[in-house]
């Protein structure tokens, strides 16, 4: 028989109000519900005046309560998906435990925020132990920022996170962090979030995208750039596959729109990584991925279908449930592709959420659409794309 924690909660606020501050304070009562909370997580659209919304939020929440986050291109509530909106997740009592830590100027040193960031899993009491991290969506190379993480917080710490997004205008990414008394709003920054609980702690992962061709080696690479598939110019391999000619290079927008919905899978003993290609050298023939490719990995072209990501999200909770070992869970934290949001369109996304929902059954559920997902539960790599993850709290 499932039993349900009596000291530790978890609630969900949400608000599409047009004033910042009178949004910020109606998500921020919603998910405290007048409890003292631990920590404070807000998940925003940058069509917010982002200071008055965050100032209404410290001032709900009080002086002293850890208040992180960043911004969306839409964002995930425990009734539907919403754009324009502000989604706040808060978590308290005497099972949790939590710090938290920022490195700022990440691009000129991924491995190094990614170790600092995680330095506040030190801190944290308790058997279950878990570290989110909310990097810059627009950084890149987000591999080498899960590296350093893991290297600081070790291999019995699983992670999960997302990337901060911009409504796909590409031009700023933000990232919060700070307490009650006052939030900071920063890019280009990893803000790391180590929490402690005395119950168990799940993270699951889901794609939905299947291989669509003959396994390929990628015989050479080096970090996110492919340099050959089975001895041959990846990107002469890569048109020949998606049936197109090497002057689709000379448009970059179009290349990227096709890339888009040809991803490559990397093989895993747990299933496929996806790999976004997002831009071609025509001079040396490569391909260059949103995160790290490694060279000797097997790999696949890939396709899905919007039954098939519809179904993933429920999966990604499904995963996460799975591991809290019999534990009920009472909260979930969701962190979904914006990519695959705008590829299911407004009906399908809605589909995509009520498909988290049902699998949450009660539990509450917030998240948001993020430039990129987090989720590692066994070894170093953790990056994905066109992915769901999930964190499930007991």
Sequence with gaps: MHERSTSRWFGVGHSALADPGAAGAEAAAGALAGRPASLVLVFGSISYDLPPLLEAIGRVTGPGTAIVGCSSMGEITPRNATDDSVVVAALGGPGFDVRTQVARGASGRRHEAGMEAAQCVASVSGPHRALLLLCDGLTHEHHKIVRGAYATAGAAVPLVGGCAADNLTFTGTYQFYGDGAGVEIMSDAVVGIAVGSDA???????????????????????????????????????????????????????????????????????????????????????????????????????????????????????????????????????????????????????????????????????????????????????????????????
């Design 200 to 394: 168990p702690i799940g993270v699951g992962v889901a794609h939905g995208w299947r291989r669509t061709d003959k396994a390929m080696v990628v015989t050479s690479s080096e970090e996110s750039r492919i340099f050959q598939l089975d001895n041959e110019p990846a990107l002469d391999v890569y048109l020949r596959l998606i049936g197109e000619d090497a002057s689709i290079v000379d448009d970059p927008d179009k290349f990227h729109e096709k890339a888009f919905y040809h991803p490559l899978g990397l093989s895993r003993r747990d299933g496929d990584d996806i790999r976004v290609v997002h831009s071609a050298d025509a001079a040396d023939r490569s391909l260059t991925c949103l995160a790290n490719v490694p060279q000797g990995t097997l790999a696949w072209l890939m396709e899905t279908d919007p039954e098939s990501l519809v179904s993933s999200a429920g999966d990604s909770c499904d995963h996460a449930v799975q591991m809290l070992a019999g534990a009920e869970p009472i909260g979930l934290l969701t962190f979904d592709c914006g990519a695959r949001k705008v590829m299911l369109g407004h009906d399908h996304a809605q589909q995509e959420v009520a498909s988290i929902l049902r699998s949450a059954g009660e539990t509450p559920v917030g998240g948001f659409y993020t430039f990129g997902e987090i989720a590692r539960a066994q070894g170093s790599r953790g990056m994905h794309h066109l992915t769901v993850a999930t964190l499930a709290l007991a």
